[in-house]
């Protein structure tokens, strides 16, 4: 017999799989809704990513912060399993509910995402930003949200850099390492939905 996990998860990736089907037109495009086929890019998409929004212009990419800013791909968090609570995706994350599509702007129903509404990650210039994933399980329901701060012990991870059962490492990103060409290193450390038991 399967767990209610296994059963979401099963539910959550067969999704993703139609979807796929139904996306694809033919090798190397989608076809998004109330668009024309588009050309498919290799992100290697995942759970909490931290990814440059593809729509950023090339000749932008070291101008003001535009080479500085991130985004997180929706990812799921199951809330004690053995029950099968399951709360959904983090907030501050790009809010696509497919996290294995290279897709940017819709939902798995075809839904447009609000990009002015999709939370960016601007690291610090010239520092090292930790992004991190915290649960709330005071919150009803169990609340799960994405921050990022050069000194996690000043938005909230008081034990870092030590682990916790609130806490869940994203990764980080670097502008310093090569700062002077402009360029922003991500570190990723999750790549998977999370389950808290």
Known sequence: MQSAYDNLHSHLRSAEVSGQRSNRTTRGTYQLPGAGAVQKRNYEMHPFKLFRYPGARSDALTAGTEWRTWRV??????????????????????????????????T??????????????????????????????????????????????????????DFD??????????????????IAIPRQVLREDVCVF
């Open 73 to 106: 791909r929706g990812g799921a968090l199951f809330i004690d399993v053995a029950s099968g609570t399951f709360l959904g995706a983090a907030d501050n994350t790009d809010g696509v509910d497919t996290p294995y599509l290279d897709v940017f702007s819709h």
């Open 108 to 161: 798995a129903d075809g839904t447009l995402i609000d990009q002015s509404t999709v939370t960016e990650v601007i690291a610090d210039e010239n520092d090292i930003t930790y992004v991190w994933i915290e649960l709330d399980p005071g919150a009803t329901p169990v609340a799960g949200t994405v921050l990022w701060h050069t000194d996690p012990t000043a938005n909230g991870w008081d034990s870092w850099p």
């Open 165 to 182: 059962c609130k806490h869940i490492s994203i990764g980080w990103i670097d502008t310093a390492s090569r700062f002077d060409e402009k």
